[in-house]
């Protein structure tokens, strides 16, 4: 099936209704979907979200195997090999839609506003390495819920892959918060 970034974004928006009201569809998590994968994947869109376990991408988006390619870390950092992933994503997995998927009640979030307003963190190892790494999009911290998805949006846009795709309308590359409460997904 060819994907439209509307399409794709159509797909998103009514898997996570599904999925927010109680009644997922669980499609393509079979034997019989999975075997349909093995010469390839051609997923419609690529998710970059925190890992936090509460937020899986394809369960809250109600979606299967070789719908999404998902790029996780702790805090959802856009280091060097995400934005990698990302256009790897488009140009050799062909998703059309990228989305930034931020989430409520972000523990990586939390600590970067922490430190942010000088409280010491006692964060062991390389623990800090992702407080950091919020604290660097967290430029413009408004105090809403999702304060460095624009950030890594913007990011992704300066990617000369991904900006040139999107201004060729190819792609689209959007912002969305999850509401842990309700289990919705709001587009910004
Ligand atoms: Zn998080």
Redesign the pocket.
Known sequence: MTHTPASAKTLLIDGNRRFAAGSPRHPRQDAAARATLLEGQTPHTCVIS???SR?PPEIIFDQGFGDMFVIRN???IPTDVVLASAEFAHVVAQCCLIVVL??E?????EFSRKLRAGEELDLPGSTSVLTNGVLADLVDDDGSLFPTVPRIVERLRGSQVLGKAEADGKIEILGAGYHLHSGEVEWL
Do not use: I, P, Q
Request: aromatic letters at 0%.
């Open positions: 925190c890992s936090d937020v702790g805090g959802h931020g989430h009640s972000c523990k990586a979030l």
